[in-house]
Nanobody
Framework: VQLQASGGGLVQAGGSLRLSCTASGSIFVMAWHRQAPGKQRELVAAISRGGSTNIADYVKGRFTISRDNAKNTVYLQMNSLNPEDTAVYYC???????????WGKGTLVTVSS
């Protein structure tokens, strides 16, 4: 399975961005992780094929994950961005919330203060 992500960029604090990731095939769980400089990669949000979600506490209320199964595409709508959200965001897919078998290339999100 190949994953193609898009939508990163530079935004001012308080702004919004939408990330998209399309898989070459159907996968049970699709997820977004992020890795800030000097930090470990961490789960941001994940969604199952049935629509169940797992969202990290630090983005709840600001980020929304959604999915279009017909297009094998997952979206991450990011609102009220702050500089701490600056990171490379990676699309992942796999069999469970923490069983990510496939990774896409990261897309950089930079939030300026």
């Amino acid at each position: 399975v190949q994953l193609q992500a898009s939508g990163g960029g530079l935004v001012q604090a308080g702004g919004s961005l939408r990330l998209s990731c399309t898989a070459s095939g159907s996968i049970f769980v699709m997820a977004w992780h992020r890795q800030a400089p000097g930090k470990q990669r961490e789960l941001v949000a994940a969604i199952s094929r049935g629509g169940s979600t797992n969202i990290a506490d630090y983005v709840k209320g600001r980020f929304t994950i959604s999915r279009d199964n017909a297009k094998n595409t997952v979206y991450l709508q990011m609102n009220s961005l702050n500089p701490e959200d600056t990171a490379v965001y990676y699309c992942g897919a796999g069999s469970g919330w923490y069983n990510i078998n496939y990774w896409g290339k990261g897309t950089l999100v930079t939030v300026s203060s």
